[in-house]
């Protein structure tokens, strides 16, 4: 039971999930029943969830990029049976937000791709900045409504969208292989966004470091998640894990101490008392 699992094994668990290892490779390298694990996980992830909603409050970002990661759970959406939607099941998005001054993720949200969605993730975005900013996003519409029911004209909104050139090959070639940029169109959409600031790039490379952080991400393999609550626990570890104890290649700091919310880098002890 994770309940007496000793400290040392416990910190030995977070560490093997948040450097990308599955439940099942977690369990064979620290010695502890999948169940052990997965309930320190929601333990650990519901902490980190409540944590973060507590500190990134007030924070003076910039500029913020905002993107949606794609997963799923249990079943790929395309292969759903009538009903099975209801188990939650299907396609997950994880929407990011990134400060991309401080690389701190300022706000995200586990969930679908539609307006609802949308709307719930800037409405929490707005609450968490202490100032106005500069937004941008790629060319997902639902965003147009979200941004301007969170924000109406206080931000500075432009939106990049990108074009891509047509992947060769047969059907099964082009699965895998997405198409080169060959160019982007970046559209003022509110306010008066400085134009040789509007990027993704940020957040883009983020979506890589989430990938690779954590196992549930990693496309043709069986380490996808079963149920969409552990996927949105895991996820919010890992947050937890980049904002306040993975130090920054580029920063030499973690982005929590570069956003000012945090005065050292966390170790995977401190992370793991929080379940205490």
Not at 168 to 174: H, Q, S, V
Not at 233 to 252: D, E, P, Q
Request: hydrophobic share 35%; aromatic share 8%.
């Amino acid at each position: 039971m994770a309940n007496v699992l000793s400290k040392e094994k416990r910190v030995q668990i977070v560490r093997c999930l948040v450097e990308g290892n599955s439940i099942r490779a977690t369990s064979r390298m620290t010695g502890c029943c999948k169940e052990a694990i997965t309930k320190l996980l929601c333990e650990l992830g519901t902490a980190c969830l409540e944590y973060q909603d507590k500190a990134l409050r007030e924070l003076p970002c910039k500029r913020i990029q905002a993107d949606e990661s794609w997963a799923f759970c249990f079943k790929k959406e395309s292969h759903l049976c009538p009903g099975e939607k209801l188990n939650g099941w299907g396609d997950v998005w994880t929407w990011t937000a990134i400060d991309a001054d401080s690389k701190l993720i300022v706000s995200w949200l586990v969930g679908g791709r539609d307006s609802g969605y949308a709307i719930d993730f800037m409405d929490d975005l707005r609450s968490r900045l202490s100032n106005r900013v500069q937004l941008t996003t790629d060319g997902h519409r639902a965003y147009l409504e979200a941004v301007e029911g969170a924000f109406g004209g206080d931000i500075d909104y432009a939106m990049l969208t990108k074009l891509y050139s047509r992947t060769e090959g047969t059907k099964d070639e082009r699965r895998y292989s997405p198409g080169y940029c060959i160019g982007a169109i970046k559209g003022t959409v509110s306010g008066n966004p400085d134009h040789g600031q509007v990027s993704t790039s940020h957040v883009e490379r983020q979506n890589l470091t989430m990938r690779m952080h954590m196992r549930r991400f990693t496309r043709l393999t069986n380490g996808f998640s079963k149920k969409v609550e552990n996927h949105a626990y895991a996820v919010a570890l890992h947050y937890m894990f980049y904002n306040f104890a993975k130090i920054h290649k580029t920063l030499r700091v973690t982005p929590a101490m570069q956003a000012g919310i945090s005065d050292h880098i966390w170790t995977l002890q401190e992370i793991a008392r929080l379940a205490d």
